[in-house]
């Protein structure tokens, strides 16, 4: 990205010269090199959030290409008759295998090594006995650490031929995600994030859930900041460089509203309606943003 040339003094935070809208200290100002140790240390103490260095962003990479590559092992397996519990055998053998440890493995209690959520369950499904069907659809969240990084991505998939409303929900939910992604860049906020998922969403009249939102990873499973799939342009916590987090927008074919099972874990929809997510490990680079845990979304 081009930047216009400062001329004169320019305060920071004075309006930036380069039409942004944004104030200089976080827009242009922070490609200075001399200020990289300000900038880093202002967002721990303001944000709690702990930018990335080149080398935990190599190593993020490499966990994020085994997070890929165990997804890629899963779909061939999803189809009707094959259980949840098997597809969690399969991802738990292949990162071990790999030199990987599934991180939702007994994390705050978790039982499994990924989650698996079947149509109305928008999140944090636990594997277990139920047998896929003909026309579900079943989202596959998987979170590794490889050398001491994490990364965390998420697809749904169709199993069989899928209905009219689960192609829609899908195809929606995939194309809120590449439209959060567009909207990461440097002197961007988190609430770009947000307002570009929510409009396309509910343009085609589905919902955003509020309750779960994306997340900082990268030295741990969730860190700072959060990435709310809502929101107001212009508003949230500015990105910068080296900010590592998820966008992984659950959107709901009806209403957005929740209930938590008695498993303490497992999110329906309140209504019974289809839900879906994709993901990605996301890092802010000075002229938008690289996907850690990169695949197809068109």
Same mark, same amino acid.
């Not at 998987?142 to 994490?150: A, K, Q």
């Given at each position: 990205?081009?930047?216009?040339?400062?001329?004169?003094? $320019?305060?920071? %935070?004075?309006?930036?010269?380069?039409?942004?809208? #944004?104030?200089?200290?976080?827009?242009?100002?922070?490609?200075?090199?001399?200020?990289?140790?300000?900038?880093?240390?202002?967002?721990? *103490?303001?944000?709690?959030?702990?930018?990335?260095?080149?080398?935990?962003?190599?190593?993020?990479?490499?966990?994020?290409?085994?997070?890929?590559?165990?997804?890629?092992?899963? @779909?061939?397996?999803?189809?009707?008759?094959?259980?949840?519990?098997? #597809?969690?055998?399969? @991802?738990?053998?292949?990162?071990?295998?790999?030199?990987? =440890?599934?991180?939702?493995?007994?994390?705050?209690?978790?039982? !499994?090594?990924?989650?698996?959520? $079947? %149509?109305? $369950?928008?999140?944090?499904?636990?594997?277990? %006995?139920?047998?896929?069907?003909?026309?579900?659809?079943?989202?596959?969240?998987?979170?590794?650490?490889?050398?001491?990084?994490?990364?965390?991505? *998420?697809?749904?998939?169709?199993?069989?031929?899928?209905?009219?409303?689960?192609? &829609? =929900?899908?195809?929606?939910?995939?194309?809120?995600?590449? !439209?959060?992604?567009?909207?990461?860049?440097?002197?961007?906020?988190?609430?770009?994030?947000?307002?570009?998922?929510?409009?396309? @969403?509910?343009?085609?009249?589905?919902?955003?859930?509020? /309750?779960?939102?994306?997340?900082? $990873?990268?030295?741990?499973?969730?860190?700072?900041?959060?990435?709310?799939?809502?929101?107001?342009?212009?508003?949230?916590?500015?990105?910068?460089?080296?900010?590592?987090?998820?966008? /992984?927008?659950?959107? %709901? #074919?009806? /209403?957005?509203?929740? &209930?938590?099972?008695?498993?303490?874990?497992? @999110? =329906?929809?309140?209504?019974?309606?289809?839900?879906?997510?994709? /993901?990605?490990?996301?890092?802010?680079?000075?002229?938008?943003?690289?996907?850690?845990?990169?695949?197809?979304?068109?």
């Amino acid at each position: 990205m081009n930047h216009k040339p400062v001329r004169g003094k $320019v305060g920071r %935070n004075d309006p930036c010269p380069c039409g942004s809208g #944004l104030k200089y200290k976080w827009c242009c100002m922070v490609r200075r090199p001399a200020d990289a140790d300000r900038i880093r240390e202002y967002y721990l *103490n303001q944000y709690s959030i702990r930018l990335k260095e080149p080398a935990d962003i190599e190593g993020i990479r490499q966990a994020g290409r085994l997070v890929v590559d165990t997804l890629d092992h899963l @779909a061939g397996q999803i189809r009707p008759g094959v259980t949840t519990d098997q #597809l969690d055998t399969l @991802a738990h053998e292949f990162t071990i295998h790999h030199g990987g =440890i599934p991180a939702p493995l007994n994390y705050k209690g978790f039982p !499994r090594s990924i989650c698996t959520s $079947v %149509n109305e $369950v928008i999140c944090h499904g636990i594997p277990g %006995n139920r047998f896929l069907r003909e026309g579900d659809i079943i989202n596959i969240d998987v979170t590794t650490i490889l050398h001491g990084y994490y990364a965390d991505a *998420n697809k749904t998939y169709f199993v069989g031929r899928p209905s009219p409303d689960a192609r &829609k =929900i899908v195809d929606v939910t995939r194309e809120c995600l590449r !439209r959060g992604m567009a909207a990461v860049r440097s002197g961007g906020t988190t609430g770009d994030i947000g307002w570009a998922i929510q409009q396309h @969403a509910e343009s085609h009249g589905c919902s955003v859930v509020r /309750e779960f939102v994306g997340h900082g $990873v990268g030295f741990a499973f969730h860190e700072e900041p959060q990435i709310p799939h809502f929101g107001r342009r212009g508003h949230g916590i500015p990105l910068v460089p080296g900010m590592v987090f998820t966008i /992984e927008p659950m959107i %709901n #074919l009806g /209403e957005r509203h929740l &209930k938590i099972l008695s498993d303490q874990w497992t @999110a =329906i929809t309140a209504d019974g309606s289809l839900s879906a997510q994709f /993901e990605q490990t996301i890092l802010v680079t000075e002229d938008g943003c690289e996907s850690l845990t990169p695949f197809d979304l068109s």
